[in-house]
């Protein structure tokens, strides 16, 4: 599979503030971005992207519910109390 790269603009601190919200998930921009593809792919619409407006269909924000929620998977097991700091000491340290 050839990669192909996507470029945005938006502002520095939207890209600071969205990355830590990604980071808190365990993803990345690149994994939300391929992710939002997806959903554009699957659905062959982007309405909804348009489901924060006024005028929002109660399907509309279903929908969008839906997509926010399939971005984060929970996590399971002993993992699922930990931070991502502390999941990381403790992969590590299995290693040792």
Known sequence: ????MVT????????DAGNAV???CGMNASQA???LYDRLIEGQSADFLE???ASA????RRAAAQFL????????GRFA????KDAKAERLAGRA
């Open 57 to 60: 269909t109660a399907e509309q």
């Open 1 to 4: 599979m050839d990669d192909a």
């Open 33 to 35: 971005i391929n992710a």
């Open 51 to 53: 489901a924060n407006s």
């Open 81 to 84: 109390t930990m931070t991502l």
């Open 8 to 15: 945005g603009r938006m502002s520095r601190e939207k890209k």
């Open 22 to 24: 990604l980071a808190r």
């Open 69 to 76: 929620d399939s971005l984060v998977v929970p996590l399971t």
